[in-house]
């Protein structure tokens, strides 16, 4: 069952158990009557058995009613328990998922500002201070609509009773719907209250949204700026990576100069170079005397020879 049927079930028993008292009270009010009306009047007492016996018919007939009324109550609740039940599983089921979107949405717009932690505890706070102002509020509605339900029931059954019978039963339910009706007014002023409370955290959640929406607008401005200042780092960037590089470029250059000019540096070295040079020159001189020298003598050599060859046969006559 749902909270209302429930309520509405818990009410009509209720109501069933309090005419059953009120009939057996009647009863014994009705037997009291016809006591004394035998002894003031013990003429009557034929008179006094006939409107006993209408007075039993009545409530007989109000029991069997109410019987017939409550056992067709009872098996309408029993069918519209599955129905009851599938749309309670549904509306849970909805309301659990509203809810955690709505608690995604208003933390990721508080984590911002406060922390995802802060937003989290004060959604969670927020939320719970709407479920219970709603819980609140549909208990105050439940326990009105059934306050208007048993006043209505009263008020028939005291039409009925005013119909049939007179006396102090009738003043009671009258008292009994006077008393009813300061609890449904006292009720509906909390209600009132109650609806003045949601009122003003609805208030208090349109002006949230608001700040929010000025805070994201403020938020994706400085984005557009962070995202200018970022390009322009980043042309830098590279432009100091071009200057590194020509900077190292520059480095191994003059360490090649370095390189090729430690000679020049050092006198030292400078000197014994020129010396080196010097000798080498020398001797480049002498081989090149000697080589002119190796290609005279082997020219007379070649010219011996060939003397040698031309008069060798000469040698042999002698």
Known sequence: FSAEHQALLQSLLSERDELCQLNS????????????????????TKLSRHSYQDCLKIL????LQWQYKSQLYQQQAEELWPWCQEKKEQMDCEWQAFMMMKQEAVVVALARHLGKRAALVEVKRLLAAEQKSEKKLTAAKIQNLALEMRVQSRKEDIRE?????????????????????????????ELIKIQKGITSGRVFQTHLKETINFVELEIQAKLASLAKIKAMIGHRRKALVGVMM???KLRADNLCLNERCSLLRNKKLLQDFKKVVDACKDLESQIDILKRQDEKLSVKCSAIKSKLKQNGPLWHCV
Do not use: F, H
């Open 161 to 189: 009773l005013e119909e049939k019978t007179r006396g102090s039963v009738v003043e009671k339910l009258k008292s009994d719907n006077q008393i009813y009706e300061t609890m449904i007014m006292e009720c509906e002023k």
């Open 60 to 63: 007989e007939g109000l029991r």
């Open 25 to 44: 009270e009647l009863q014994v009010i009705i037997a009291d009557s016809l006591e004394r009306d035998n002894v003031v009047r013990p003429v009557s």
């Open 246 to 248: 020509a900077k190292d």
